[in-house]
């Protein structure tokens, strides 16, 4: 069983940057492609990236391509998602999650395991 826990959200203006952490144990970090997906009121779980085992291939939403950057360190067992040039519509909880899925199967939230509790980020315009 996978406990992951995000952290680093919060209030933004518009422009500005932010660092999401998601640190994940109770399992074998390198087993899993990571994601972050976020909630918006009265909307639907979107994907916004994620990340293969290695790190070395990464999928991103068209939305926020070029300005998130998805990232993990597995010696500290944690996924980042670096977020820049933030905008209103960005505002939502952001979920990190763990799939042992590969490829573009990574970008269905259907196909992922487990979920950690969620960060709030809010952009302010």
């Known amino acids: 069983q996978v406990q992951l826990v995000e952290s680093g959200g919060g209030l933004v203006q518009a422009g500005g940057s932010l660092r999401l952490s998601c640190v994940a144990s109770g399992g074998t970090f390198i087993s899993y492609a990571m994601g972050w997906f976020r909630q918006a009121p009265g909307k639907e779980r979107e994907f916004v990236a994620a990340s293969n085992w290695r790190g070395r291939s990464t999928y991103y939403a068209d939305s926020v391509k070029g300005r998130f950057t998805i990232s993990r360190d597995n010696a500290k067992n944690t996924v980042y998602l670096q977020m820049n040039s933030l905008e209103p519509e960005d505002t939502a909880v952001y979920y990190c999650?763990?799939?042992?899925?590969?490829?573009?199967?990574?970008?269905?939230?259907?196909?992922?395991?487990?979920w950690g509790q969620g960060t709030q980020v809010t952009v302010s315009s």
């Open positions: 999650a763990a799939t042992v899925y590969y490829d573009d199967y990574v970008r269905d939230p259907k196909n992922y395991s487990y």
